[in-house]
Structure formats: structure tokens, C-alpha cells
């Protein structure tokens, strides 16, 4: 039985293909690696006083090194050790199942003396599957038995198949980089701190020095004590011209900037990265699970063996703790520690999902994916957090900035996770009001709460108000102390109202821009989804639909947002002289224009209209709808079927 | 060893931490005249070799890493340092005993850090702290130079008789140390980088552990 014939009607019940969609873990694992450099090139572009361009280029070598070392990192932390001529057999049928699943190189199979259940670990060439002792002999003894063989097949193929959706590359790349950045990033805070304030202390005696006087003092303190002496080199001393400009220039730097500098800087990026380690990092490693345990479902046309699989294997964990043995983030020193937190806690942490979980998510294979108002939430706390972590370190940032980056981010991640409604056949009709209201929430909050703290300042302390501003404006600004203007009260009090202004006169202008991009791709998508005659629909219909995310993404950023951002923000409306920003806005409306035709072209020929006898299928799709005329099932692709039933 | 020696040691160790910490900070705030200067230089002997003794051990005694040459290189690394800490001391000449202190002080509480350096190397990461730590170091140092001038002369004009200063030969003694370590961890960093490439390259399967 294959997937082109979901219209038995006494066969299984059809699930959505979640193959068929976006891939989340691709999703996922872009947001944490897109985040990153960005923040990484954020901070070290431009003129500072403080270079952090090496820090990009050190976590960029240490996270390919990490990703490259993962097996070296596995051997150690689990006792790793080849599985010896008993597992043979074991080591054969993964060869078989390699060949049947087209997977190539074959994973070798370990032993692993510190890890109770089966795992796997692989860096870009060499590929592993481990297990514990007790675990690979269970499978060895069953690998013959007529029911439970299919137990070991189960386990074998999900193991295999989170090799085949590249999940040791793309996460182990997101792993190895989210490990080297924070690590880094912690590393040069301290460092940092320790050497601005060296700066700091020493500032004012270099103020003073003379080299001559410096290498006079140095030899009659060594005469006058007979020991052993050093030459000073001449040329390490510097000639008197340079050092005045040097000492000036010493002069203008306020090395308390520079420090709020370097801190802010380089604790945003460790901050970014802990967030995204809560929000994303655990998501990903859950759905990577549910997608290896779909696939097995699709190959097996039943998810039973699977789950008395996974069953047997919690039940084990639940005796002995030994979920924590997940937590691959852990060292073993920290993984003692996490030992002694109960359980309810530990949970918490665990990237294994529970039983019932994958239960519930193979049942109904679109709820890896978040429903509406959930998927809103989300990407609503995800950028609001960035956009405060990066921009408003100042509160300077009443630019165009963040207006560009909430609503593109939002609108691309919110488009992409509803094409799973729109092939369920759900009617998004009002929900996309719902929904951009919910992912400006965290946002408007976070802003209004920044604008009540200025306020506050300006009403009570109007000074410290401005010496706050002052210093927010050099961090941002790039200059950190180097020819610094102070800003006086009255300036101060200009910028808040300004800054107030402008960030909630952005908040209807992103909730109406994002409202009405997603309500169009919307459309956009649900007309795609009608083009049941088109060629190769399996391969090329999601294409289109992601080129139109892409495309519409284009024509926000090139076109509409410089031009509201010019219209509204009065830092941007010199912008209309340029030629550059009409050149821009020009090509916007011309990707717009040809994306729009050659739609209306493909629209015509093969919207609504019945791949097998051509007549018109008049309805919207939803999955598993069926022509009325010849009761052919209408993009099969999108539909997959395995018996869930029988289990429990 | 026998864990019954074991756990005395440790405790030893710790104490032995602890004493050199309280000595050098009631040393440095002391103001002793140039008679003095020969118990200074015993105490300050005392301070490192107690130190260096501490800081080698404490890795062994808790993990054991004897038999693992990069343990045994960053040690010397640490070595070296306290070499070039005490070449420092006779070298730039001092009536301000509080100033050698200053400098000694700093080494044992580098020994301690070096040895958490050790004691969290699961493999390569003990080294990968130590390269990182140089690399950025020096290049640290190449920016300041760059853009505010020569360093040495900040510390040299920090170190003339009367500009006292014990933070600034702390920070001074730790910077020595972290360029001490440059070669060593490079060397191991590199040098383990290559052979993980090399493995990866021909799909050859990391040692397995005895
Ligand atoms: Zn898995
Ligand atoms: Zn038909």
C-alpha cells in the first residue's frame, strides 16, 4: 500500500505528511544560527573601541571544530567502545535497513558503557549509533522473535532517520555554536572587565608620563640597589610628538564608556544565547524526535512496534533516573549535580519527549506544529527579546530598525508555520487579526515599560536622566566615550518625548503592515494549494508557496517598510532624495509586479482543476478532499497512511 | 594513591590555598622597611613553591589526570609562569616589599585557576580555555597598543618606586601568566585539532577510552 492510494476506504486512516511542509527542525535551527552571527556581525562591524570582529571569527572556527569533534566529545562523556563480533547481527541489519532507506554511510554501531538507552552521535562524515550494554543485548535477542523484531526495527530505523534528515548536522551545528558562542561570550565579559579596568586605573599616571624621566627613574632605582639590571630598549619608547597626541586622545576617552561598552556588548550576545537555549534549543531537539518516529511510521504503515518501543524504554528511565542520561548538554560533574533535583524539576530539562507525546504527535502529525494563537506567542516573545537585547541596550534606536526586523521576522515565521492550517483546510478567516496582535503583545509591553521608566527619570531626575541617556547613546553609537558631547537636561527631555512619539506611533503601523501580509500570503497559499493540476506538484507546489513567502518578505523590505519608515520617522525622511531608496522601492514593485503575473498565469491554467479527468474541483483544499466528479484523491503527496489504532 | 590518603590531601591543599591568600593580602597591606626584606623573600618562596605544589596537585588529586600528557603541558605552562613571575620580581627593582607580594600572590591564585583550568578539561576543553584565553589575550594587548599605546610603559610607569599600585601587579602577574601559556595551549589546541580533522577526514573512529 503506498501513499498514491488513500481513497481504500477500509484502509488505515490518512495523516498529514508532514514531509510534504516545511521542515520545522530546518525552521528552528536557522532562527538560532541566523540570530547569532547577526548579533555577532551586529557588534563588530563598524568603528568601537573595543574590537570584537575576533570573537566572531573564534566562535565561528570553535563552533565548525565542535561540530567536527561531536564524535570525540561522545566517545568520552559516554565510554564509547565498538560493539565487538556478539552484535554482529545487529550491525548487519542496520546495514540492511541503510540500504533499504538509501542511507549512506552505514552508522556503526557502540557500545556505550555510560548511557542506559539507544542514542546516536556523528559529526559530518563519521556517523555512530550507541547503545547501553543491557540495551543492544535486549535487541540482539529479539532481532529473531516474530513480533518483537519489528520493536528492533522501529528503534533502528528512527535512529537511522535522524541521520537521513541531517538532524547530526544542522543540530549538531546549532549545539556546537550555541556551546561556543556562550561560552566565548562569558569568557570575554570577564576578560573584558578585568582589562578596562586595568585601563581605567592607569589612565590617569600615563597621563603624566615622560619617557625620558620613566628610563631615568627605572636605572637610578637599579643603581641604588645593586641588583641585577635590565637595559630598557630604546625603541620600545615612543617619540615625544605621537605620545602627546596619544595622551590627548587618552584625554578624550571616558574609559568608563568604554567598559559599559564592551560590557553591553558582550553580555547581550551571552543573554541572546540563553534565551534562545529556553525558547528554541529544547523545542528542537523534541521535534527532531517526532519527525525520526514519522518517518518510521510512514515506512512501517503502523506506529505500534514504535511506541511498545518507546514504552518499554520510559518504563525502564522511570525506575532508574536515568532520563537524565538526555541531557547531552550536561557534563558528568553537572549531571551529578542535576542527579539531586526532584523529578518534577528535572523534567523540565529533558529533550526526550514523554511517551504520551509522541503518541499524541503521531496520531495527528500537525500538532508538531503550534496552532495559531501558540505559534503567535512565541514568535511574539522571540523578537521582542531580541529586539531588546540588541537595540535597547541604548534606547537610542528610534530608527527604522526595529519596525524592518519585527515584522519581517514575523511575518516569515508566522507564514510558515500556518501552511499546516491552510493544508488542514482551517479557514484562518479572522485569526490573522489574533495573531499579529499577540506577537506584538510581548513587544508593546517590553516598549511600554522602557518608555514608563524614561518618563519616570524625566519627571523625577531630569540629570540622571540625561547622564543615562548620554551613555546609552555612546554604547550605541559606536563612539563610547571618544569625543564625547554631553546632552543636556533639555535635550534629554526632547529625545523622550521624541522616542516616545515615534516607538508608539510604530506599534499600529507594524500591527496593520503584519496584518495585512499575513492575510495575503494567506490567500496566497490557499489559492496554491487549488492548483491540483500542476506538474510535479509533489516536489515543486511547496516551492512556489515558500518563493511567495520570500518574495512578499522582498517587497516588504525593499519597497513598503523604507517608504513607511520615511513617511512616519523623521530620522528617515531625507531618505526621499535619495535614488538609491526609489531604485529600491522600484524594484520592489517590479519583483512584485512579475511575481503577481506569472501567479495570475499559473493560476488560470491549473487552479481547481482535477489532475485525472480535468473537470473543475470548485472547493478551497483541505487534505484528503476528493474530486466529485472521479473521486480521485486531490494532492495525495500531502497525505500518508499508517494504522494508529490497535495501540494502548 | 589510596583514597584514604586522598581526602586529607585535598583538605590540605585547600588549606594551603586559603593560608597563601590571607598571607599575601596581610603582607601587601603591611609597609616593611628594606631590613626586612630577607623574611619577605622567604615568605614570598614560601608562597611559590606552596603554590606551585597546590596548583599541580589538585587536578591529580581530583580527576587523576596523570597519565594525561596535556595535563602535564599545561602544568609546565604554569611552570614557565611562575618563572617568568619571579624573574619579574628580581628583575624590576622594588623598596616596596608589598609590591613583590603583589606579584607573588597572584601566583598562587593563578596556580588555583589553572588547576580549575585542569580540573574542567574534559579532553580538549582545558586547552581550548587556555588558547582562547591567550589568543585573545594578545590580541587584546596588539588593540590597546594599537589604540592607546604602548602597554609596557603603562605597567613600567605603574611599577616606578611610589607609584604603588598591588592591583595593578595582580593584573600584571595574570596577563604574564596567560602569555606564558600561549605556546603551550596553542601547540596542544592545534596540534588536537589536526588529528580530529585527520579522523574526520578518513572516517576513522575516535580512541576508544581504556
Ligand atoms: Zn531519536
Ligand atoms: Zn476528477
Redesign the interface.
Same mark, same amino acid.
Given at each position: 500500500m503506498s501513499a498514491d492510494a488513500p481513497s481504500q476506504p477500509d484502509g488505515p486512516k490518512p495523516h498529514i505528511n508532514i514531509f510534504a511542509l516545511p521542515q520545522q527542525t530546518t525552521i528552528l535551527s536557522i532562527m538560532i544560527v541566523l540570530v547569532i552571527f547577526g548579533v555577532l556581525l551586529s557588534i563588530s562591524a563598524g568603528t568601537s573601541?573595543?574590537?570584537l570582529w575576533?570573537v566572531l571569527v =573564534?566562535i565561528a572556527i570553535?563552533s565548525v571544530?565542535g561540530l567536527?569533534?561531536k564524535?570525540?566529545?561522545d566517545?568520552?562523556?559516554y565510554?564509547?567502545?565498538?560493539a565487538g563480533e556478539t552484535f554482529a547481527p545487529l550491525q548487519q541489519r542496520i546495514h540492511e535497513l541503510c540500504e533499504e532507506i538509501q542511507l549512506t554511510?552505514v552508522p556503526?554501531l557502540l557500545i556505550a558503557?555510560k548511557a542506559t538507552s539507544i542514542a546516536t552521535s556523528g559529526?559530518?562524515?563519521?556517523w555512530?549509533i550507541f547503545a547501553g550494554e543491557a540495551y543492544a543485548t535486549w535487541m540482539l535477542e529479539n532481532l529473531q522473535h516474530p513480533q518483537r523484531k519489528m520493536q528492533v526495527h522501529a528503534i533502528l530505523l528512527h535512529e537511522l532517520h535522524h541521520f537521513q534528515h541531517g538532524d547530526n548536522i544542522r543540530i549538531g551545528y546549532v549545539y556546537a555554536l550555541l556551546r561556543a558562542s556562550y561560552r566565548?561570550m562569558l569568557?570575554?565579559l570577564l576578560?573584558?572587565m578585568?582589562?578596562i579596568t586595568?585601563?581605567i586605573?592607569?589612565a590617569d599616571?600615563?597621563l603624566t608620563?615622560s619617557?625620558a624621566d620613566?628610563v631615568a627613574?627605572?636605572e637610578a632605582?637599579?643603581a641604588?640597589?645593586g =641588583?641585577?639590571? =635590565?637595559d630598557l630598549p630604546s625603541d620600545?619608547?615612543?617619540a615625544e610628538a605621537d605620545?602627546q597626541e596619544?595622551q590627548q586622545? =587618552?584625554a578624550r576617552?571616558d574609559y568608563r564608556l568604554v567598559l559599559l561598552y564592551a560590557i553591553t556588548n558582550t553580555l547581550g550576545v551571552f543573554l541572546v544565547g540563553l534565551v534562545l537555549i529556553a525558547l528554541i534549543w529544547r523545542k528542537l531537539l523534541r521535534i527532531r524526535e517526532y519527525y525520526a518516529d514519522a518517518r518510521v511510521a510512514h515506512i512501517q504503515k503502523t506506529i505500534q512496534p514504535l511506541m511498545f518501543a518507546h514504552l518499554s524504554q520510559q518504563r525502564s528511565q522511570d525506575n532508574d533516573q536515568s532520563a537524565i542520561v538526555s541531557l547531552q548538554w550536561l557534563?558528568?560533574a553537572q549531571r551529578r549535580v542535576w542527579e539531586q533535583v526532584p523529578k518534577p524539576v528535572c523534567r523540565l530539562f529533558v529533550s526526550q519527549p514523554a511517551f504520551k507525546d509522541r503518541f499524541a504527535r503521531l496520531r495527528g502529525p500537525a500538532t508538531i506544529y503550534d496552532s495559531g494563537p501558540r505559534l503567535a506567542l512565541f514568535i511574539g516573545i522571540y523578537g521582542a527579546l531580541l529586539w531588546f537585547l540588541l537595540a535597547n541596550t541604548s534606547l537610542y534606536h528610534i530608527s527604522d530598525w526595529p519596525l524592518h526586523f519585527l515584522i519581517l521576522t514575523t511575518y516569515i515565521l508566522i507564514s510558515l508555520g500556518l501552511i499546516v492550517q491552510h493544508v488542514q483546510g482551517r479557514h484562518v478567516r479572522h485569526e490573522h487579526l489574533t495573531i499579529t496582535a499577540i506577537t506584538l503583545l510581548p513587544h508593546t509591553i517590553l516598549l511600554g515599560s522602557v518608555l514608563c521608566v524614561l518618563w519616570v527619570g524625566l519627571l523625577f531626575a531630569p540629570a540622571m536622566l540625561a547622564d543615562f541617556l548620554d551613555a546609552a547613546i555612546a554604547v550605541t553609537a559606536r563612539y563610547a566615550g571618544i569625543e564625547q558631547q554631553g546632552l543636556s537636561a533639555a535635550a534629554a527631555q526632547s529625545f523622550v518625548i521624541e522616542a516616545s512619539i515615534i516607538n508608539l506611533l510604530q506599534i499600529p503601523v507594524m500591527f496593520g503592515i503584519i496584518a495585512l501580509a499575513i492575510w495575503g500570503q494567506s490567500q496566497v497559499t490557499r489559492r496554491v494549494l487549488t492548483w491540483y493540476s500542476f506538474p510535479q506538484a509533489e516536489h515543486r507546489l511547496m516551492r512556489v508557496i515558500t518563493a511567495s513567502i520570500a518574495l512578499m518578505a522582498l517587497v516588504l523590505a525593499l519597497g513598503v517598510l523604507p517608504l513607511v519608515a520615511s513617511i512616519i520617522l523623521p530620522s528617515q525622511g531625507d531618505n526621499m532624495y535619495s535614488p538609491l531608496f526609489w531604485a529600491s522601492v522600484g524594484g520592489a514593485c517590479v519583483l512584485g509586479l512579475a511575481g503577481g503575473l506569472w501567479f495570475r498565469q499559473q493560476d488560470q491554467r491549473y487552479a481547481q482543476q482535477c489532475p485525472c479527468c480535468k473537470t473543475p474541483v470548485p472547493d478551497t483544499y483541505a487534505a484528503g478532499n476528493t474530486c466529485p466528479t472521479c473521486h480521485c484523491v486531490l494532492h495525495p503527496w500531502l497525505l500518508v497512511q499508517y494504522d494508529t489504532e490497535g495501540t494502548r | 594513591m589510596s583514597p584514604r590518603i586522598i581526602r586529607p590531601m585535598r583538605w590540605l591543599c585547600w588549606v594551603i590555598v586559603v593560608l597563601n591568600t590571607i598571607l599575601a593580602f596581610v603582607l601587601a597591606n603591611r609597609s616593611v622597611t628594606s631590613a626586612d626584606l630577607w623574611w619577605i623573600i622567604v615568605l614570598a618562596l614560601w608562597l611559590l613553591v606552596s603554590s606551585m605544589g597546590v596548583g599541580g596537585l589538585l587536578p591529580i588529586l581530583y580527576w587523576r589526570y596523570t597519565t594525561d600528557w596535556r595535563a602535564w603541558l599545561i602544568l609546565l605552562a604554569v611552570l614557565v609562569g611562575s618563572g617568568m613571575v619571579v624573574y619579574q620580581i628580581?628583575?624590576?627593582?622594588?623598596?616596596e616589599p608589598a609590591q613583590i607580594i603583589a606579584l607573588l600572590y597572584p601566583a598562587s591564585f593563578c596556580m588555583v585557576g589553572t588547576a580549575i583550568i585542569v580540573l574542567s578539561m574534559? *579532553?580538549?576543553v582545558g586547552l581550548?580555555?587556555g588558547a582562547?584565553?591567550s589568543?585573545?589575550?594578545i590580541?587584546?594587548l596588539v588593540?590597546?597598543w594599537l *589604540?592607546?599605546? #604602548?602597554v609596557?610603559?603603562?605597567f613600567?610607569?605603574?611599577m616606578?618606586?611610589g607609584?604603588h #599600585?598591588p592591583?595593578?601587579g595582580w593584573?600584571l602577574s595574570?596577563y604574564l601568566q596567560a602569555c606564558c601559556a600561549v605556546p603551550f595551549a596553542l601547540i596542544g589546541f592545534v596540534g588536537w585539532?589536526i588529528r580530529?580533522?585527520r579522523?574526520?577526514?578518513h *572516517?576513522?573512529?575516535?580512541?576508544?577510552?581504556h
Amino acid at each position: 500500500m503506498s501513499a498514491d492510494a488513500p481513497s481504500q476506504p477500509d484502509g488505515p486512516k490518512p495523516h498529514i505528511n508532514i514531509f510534504a511542509l516545511p521542515q520545522q527542525t530546518t525552521i528552528l535551527s536557522i532562527m538560532i544560527v541566523l540570530v547569532i552571527f547577526g548579533v555577532l556581525l551586529s557588534i563588530s562591524a563598524g568603528t568601537s573601541p573595543v574590537e570584537l570582529w575576533p570573537v566572531l571569527v =573564534i566562535i565561528a572556527i570553535l563552533s565548525v571544530r565542535g561540530l567536527v569533534a561531536k564524535p570525540e566529545h561522545d566517545f568520552h562523556q559516554y565510554q564509547l567502545v565498538p560493539a565487538g563480533e556478539t552484535f554482529a547481527p545487529l550491525q548487519q541489519r542496520i546495514h540492511e535497513l541503510c540500504e533499504e532507506i538509501q542511507l549512506t554511510p552505514v552508522p556503526q554501531l557502540l557500545i556505550a558503557q555510560k548511557a542506559t538507552s539507544i542514542a546516536t552521535s556523528g559529526s559530518l562524515r563519521r556517523w555512530y549509533i550507541f547503545a547501553g550494554e543491557a540495551y543492544a543485548t535486549w535487541m540482539l535477542e529479539n532481532l529473531q522473535h516474530p513480533q518483537r523484531k519489528m520493536q528492533v526495527h522501529a528503534i533502528l530505523l528512527h535512529e537511522l532517520h535522524h541521520f537521513q534528515h541531517g538532524d547530526n548536522i544542522r543540530i549538531g551545528y546549532v549545539y556546537a555554536l550555541l556551546r561556543a558562542s556562550y561560552r566565548v561570550m562569558l569568557w570575554a565579559l570577564l576578560f573584558l572587565m578585568g582589562w578596562i579596568t586595568l585601563l581605567i586605573i592607569v589612565a590617569d599616571t600615563f597621563l603624566t608620563l615622560s619617557p625620558a624621566d620613566l628610563v631615568a627613574d627605572v636605572e637610578a632605582t637599579i643603581a641604588a640597589h645593586g =641588583i641585577l639590571g =635590565i637595559d630598557l630598549p630604546s625603541d620600545l619608547l615612543i617619540a615625544e610628538a605621537d605620545l602627546q597626541e596619544m595622551q590627548q586622545q =587618552i584625554a578624550r576617552t571616558d574609559y568608563r564608556l568604554v567598559l559599559l561598552y564592551a560590557i553591553t556588548n558582550t553580555l547581550g550576545v551571552f543573554l541572546v544565547g540563553l534565551v534562545l537555549i529556553a525558547l528554541i534549543w529544547r523545542k528542537l531537539l523534541r521535534i527532531r524526535e517526532y519527525y525520526a518516529d514519522a518517518r518510521v511510521a510512514h515506512i512501517q504503515k503502523t506506529i505500534q512496534p514504535l511506541m511498545f518501543a518507546h514504552l518499554s524504554q520510559q518504563r525502564s528511565q522511570d525506575n532508574d533516573q536515568s532520563a537524565i542520561v538526555s541531557l547531552q548538554w550536561l557534563t558528568h560533574a553537572q549531571r551529578r549535580v542535576w542527579e539531586q533535583v526532584p523529578k518534577p524539576v528535572c523534567r523540565l530539562f529533558v529533550s526526550q519527549p514523554a511517551f504520551k507525546d509522541r503518541f499524541a504527535r503521531l496520531r495527528g502529525p500537525a500538532t508538531i506544529y503550534d496552532s495559531g494563537p501558540r505559534l503567535a506567542l512565541f514568535i511574539g516573545i522571540y523578537g521582542a527579546l531580541l529586539w531588546f537585547l540588541l537595540a535597547n541596550t541604548s534606547l537610542y534606536h528610534i530608527s527604522d530598525w526595529p519596525l524592518h526586523f519585527l515584522i519581517l521576522t514575523t511575518y516569515i515565521l508566522i507564514s510558515l508555520g500556518l501552511i499546516v492550517q491552510h493544508v488542514q483546510g482551517r479557514h484562518v478567516r479572522h485569526e490573522h487579526l489574533t495573531i499579529t496582535a499577540i506577537t506584538l503583545l510581548p513587544h508593546t509591553i517590553l516598549l511600554g515599560s522602557v518608555l514608563c521608566v524614561l518618563w519616570v527619570g524625566l519627571l523625577f531626575a531630569p540629570a540622571m536622566l540625561a547622564d543615562f541617556l548620554d551613555a546609552a547613546i555612546a554604547v550605541t553609537a559606536r563612539y563610547a566615550g571618544i569625543e564625547q558631547q554631553g546632552l543636556s537636561a533639555a535635550a534629554a527631555q526632547s529625545f523622550v518625548i521624541e522616542a516616545s512619539i515615534i516607538n508608539l506611533l510604530q506599534i499600529p503601523v507594524m500591527f496593520g503592515i503584519i496584518a495585512l501580509a499575513i492575510w495575503g500570503q494567506s490567500q496566497v497559499t490557499r489559492r496554491v494549494l487549488t492548483w491540483y493540476s500542476f506538474p510535479q506538484a509533489e516536489h515543486r507546489l511547496m516551492r512556489v508557496i515558500t518563493a511567495s513567502i520570500a518574495l512578499m518578505a522582498l517587497v516588504l523590505a525593499l519597497g513598503v517598510l523604507p517608504l513607511v519608515a520615511s513617511i512616519i520617522l523623521p530620522s528617515q525622511g531625507d531618505n526621499m532624495y535619495s535614488p538609491l531608496f526609489w531604485a529600491s522601492v522600484g524594484g520592489a514593485c517590479v519583483l512584485g509586479l512579475a511575481g503577481g503575473l506569472w501567479f495570475r498565469q499559473q493560476d488560470q491554467r491549473y487552479a481547481q482543476q482535477c489532475p485525472c479527468c480535468k473537470t473543475p474541483v470548485p472547493d478551497t483544499y483541505a487534505a484528503g478532499n476528493t474530486c466529485p466528479t472521479c473521486h480521485c484523491v486531490l494532492h495525495p503527496w500531502l497525505l500518508v497512511q499508517y494504522d494508529t489504532e490497535g495501540t494502548r | 594513591m589510596s583514597p584514604r590518603i586522598i581526602r586529607p590531601m585535598r583538605w590540605l591543599c585547600w588549606v594551603i590555598v586559603v593560608l597563601n591568600t590571607i598571607l599575601a593580602f596581610v603582607l601587601a597591606n603591611r609597609s616593611v622597611t628594606s631590613a626586612d626584606l630577607w623574611w619577605i623573600i622567604v615568605l614570598a618562596l614560601w608562597l611559590l613553591v606552596s603554590s606551585m605544589g597546590v596548583g599541580g596537585l589538585l587536578p591529580i588529586l581530583y580527576w587523576r589526570y596523570t597519565t594525561d600528557w596535556r595535563a602535564w603541558l599545561i602544568l609546565l605552562a604554569v611552570l614557565v609562569g611562575s618563572g617568568m613571575v619571579v624573574y619579574q620580581i628580581i628583575d624590576v627593582p622594588s623598596s616596596e616589599p608589598a609590591q613583590i607580594i603583589a606579584l607573588l600572590y597572584p601566583a598562587s591564585f593563578c596556580m588555583v585557576g589553572t588547576a580549575i583550568i585542569v580540573l574542567s578539561m574534559r *579532553r580538549d576543553v582545558g586547552l581550548l580555555i587556555g588558547a582562547v584565553f591567550s589568543v585573545v589575550t594578545i590580541w587584546l594587548l596588539v588593540m590597546i597598543w594599537l *589604540r592607546y599605546g #604602548n602597554v609596557f610603559e603603562l605597567f613600567l610607569q605603574a611599577m616606578q618606586p611610589g607609584a604603588h #599600585n598591588p592591583w595593578l601587579g595582580w593584573l600584571l602577574s595574570l596577563y604574564l601568566q596567560a602569555c606564558c601559556a600561549v605556546p603551550f595551549a596553542l601547540i596542544g589546541f592545534v596540534g588536537w585539532t589536526i588529528r580530529i580533522i585527520r579522523r574526520e577526514i578518513h *572516517r576513522q573512529m575516535p580512541l576508544t577510552p581504556h
